[in-house]
């Protein structure tokens, strides 16, 4: 009992002695602490940003639409040998659904440049024809009015849906739910309005300014019930590669030999994003610890010049009974505090950060659901390697200074 007292006191008497020597060296001791509040907090910020742009390209892709494989035909500059019997039929898409167990819904779209008329203006738009399952499988959200239903589709209803950018320049300050529209030769009448999920911003057949109608309707602008892009959506992730394979082979098995179709899925595209964020975590990470090594480095340098400041005070130590221990354990004490201490506002300073944005995002109505992740993993690494580069880098120091003899101590000036 009487020795864990003695161990207690011990390292009480260590600590003390360690904030002692801080306090008198507070500017020191603050400046020394500075690299490794950035490095500590550049380890936190980093995995927080790496997880956050994962997360959110992730998000990007899968929004996109969930196990989507999508098919077209290769149009190149030798367009001109293409044929009407190369292009994906509705016939392509029926046997999509029964050649292949495990698609879950397939759709196809076609799109053509056209022009709106409304309240007496006339507005360049991408025209759209759609399939069943089309908002299934792109994952459209229909915040005004409705969808298409199947009595719409089967009978080629003259109605449509509007993007919202379309429906705000249309009509503005109305309800377009409702409203009359001249697309081209035809009047039809607005159902709904929608958005994309995620925004593509164009890249897909749905541009800003667009017109969805059923796809029936499109043989009266085009003359063809020819689907431009077909998507198939897999029942799993994991069947993802293999119905990508298959819509390949019906395809070709399908058509001519001389016709060749782009046959592509998200993974590869989720696999890429996925080895940047990887390889860009490594990289800031990399970065974190150098400022880690530098500041390890400044903490060294300062514990050096102390212990040669502190030689009279070492050698009374020693003289009074002091065993090399103590020494070394003050002083790796010392290092340790501003380590330490240094990491802890370094981390809190990075938490602070995330947490602001979070709440700053929960106001923003386009941000509903973006969230800044803070990793807590990355805060005890973050707290771990710092102090450990403020003990790593201070026993030199703590060494050099248990090793002073007591007499040359004492005769030190």
């Known amino acids: 009992m009487s020795n864990l007292r003695n161990k207690s006191e011990y390292w009480n008497e260590t600590w003390h002695l360690a904030l002692q020597a801080l306090r008198a060296n507070k500017l020191r001791a603050a400046l020394t602490m500075l690299g490794v509040i950035i490095g500590s907090g550049c380890i936190v910020l980093v995995v927080t940003v790496a997880l956050a742009g994962k997360r959110y390209i992730i998000t990007q892709i899968e929004g996109v639409g969930s196990n989507l494989v999508y098919a077209g035909i290769t149009r190149s500059n030798n367009s001109s040998r293409l044929t009407l019997g190369d292009e994906i039929s509705l016939g392509d898409m029926e046997a999509m659904k029964t050649q292949i167990p495990q698609v879950a819904v397939v759709a196809g779209a076609s799109d053509i440049p056209m022009t709106v008329v409304a309240a007496g203006v006339e507005r360049p738009v991408k025209l759209v024809g759609v ?83 059923p796809f029936g309707l499109m043989t009266y602008y085009t003359g063809t019930e020819y689907i431009r892009t077909l998507y198939v959506q897999a029942d799993s992730p994991e ?65 050096l010049v102390t212990v040669t400041e502190r030689t009279r005070e070492i050698g009374i130590r020693k003289a009074v009974g002091a065993p090399r221990d103590a020494i070394l354990y003050q002083f790796l004490m010392e290092a340790f505090l501003i380590s330490g201490t240094g990491a802890v506002i370094g981390i809190l300073i990075a938490v602070s950060i995330p947490v602001a944005i979070n709440l700053v995002l929960r106001v923003i109505p386009e941000a509903v659901g973006i969230r800044v992740p803070v990793s807590w993993v990355s805060v005890v690494l973050a707290f771990v390697v710092s102090c450990s580069t403020g003990i790593l880098f201070g026993y030199l120091p703590a060494s050099r200074a248990a090793s002073l003899h007591p007499t040359d101590s004492l005769r030190y000036e």
């Open 131 to 213: 399939t069943d399952g089309f908002q299934q499988i792109r994952r459209l959200v229909v915040f005004r009015g409705r969808y298409f239903d199947p009595d719409d589709m089967m009978t080629h209803s003259k109605v449509c849906l509007l993007t919202q950018e379309l429906a705000e320049r249309v009509f503005p300050r109305q309800d377009p739910v409702g409203q009359e529209i001249r697309v081209g030769d035809l009047r039809f009448s607005v159902i709904g309005v929608f958005r994309e999920r995620i925004s593509t911003f164009g890249e897909t057949e749905i541009a800003r300014e667009s017109v969805l109608i």
């Open 239 to 303: 069947a993802v590669p293999g119905v990508t394979q298959q819509v390949a082979e019906v395809l070709t098995g399908r058509h001519r030999p001389g016709a060749e179709y782009d046959v592509e899925n998200l993974a590869s595209l989720l696999d890429s994003a996925r080895k940047i964020s990887e390889a860009l975590t490594v990289l800031l990470v990399v970065i974190a610890l150098i400022a880690l090594t530098i500041s390890g480095i400044g903490i060294m340098n300062i514990m």
